[in-house]
Nanobody
Framework: QVQLVESGGGLVQAGGSLRLSCAAS????????VGWFRQAPGKEREFVAA????????YYQDSVKGRFTISRDNAKSTVWLQMNGLKPEDTAVYYC?????????????????RGQGTQVTVSS
């Protein structure tokens, strides 16, 4: 497994931007697909975005399409989630996760490694 550490969360006004980072260490990172999930208070964890190991394919939840962009640099063992046009409903703890398989990238259970999360708060 790989170890994942998220960073970049914080407090931002509606309409603002944040860039989350997911740094990996441990086993070969480049063979893992990476996803971002989020969990708001009182709600279930939900899929946000994912990228395959080569970065050629990306997937997004409908509510973030056009606002969020996932990207990765395998040489730096880092995946980013650029979040623009943030809304109060984007407030949540954001988690990154790594998976050996691309089959279940929208499913939290499809990932073998998970980070501890970073808080994103969007004020109205």
């Amino acid at each position: 497994q790989v170890q994942l550490v998220e960073s970049g969360g914080g407090l931002v006004q509606a309409g603002g931007s944040l860039r989350l980072s997911c740094a990996a260490s441990g086993r070969t990172y480049t063979t893992y697909a990476v996803g971002w999930f989020r969990q708001a208070p009182g709600k279930e964890r939900e899929f946000v975005a994912a990228t395959t190991w080569g970065g050629s394919l990306t997937y997004y939840q409908d509510s973030v399409k056009g606002r969020f962009t996932i990207s990765r640099d395998n040489a730096k063992s880092t995946v980013w989630l650029q979040m623009n046009g943030l809304k109060p409903e984007d407030t949540a703890v954001y988690y990154c996760a790594a998976a050996l398989s691309n089959l279940r990238l929208r499913d939290w259970a499809g990932y073998e490694s998970r980070g501890q999360g970073t808080q994103v708060t969007v004020s109205s």
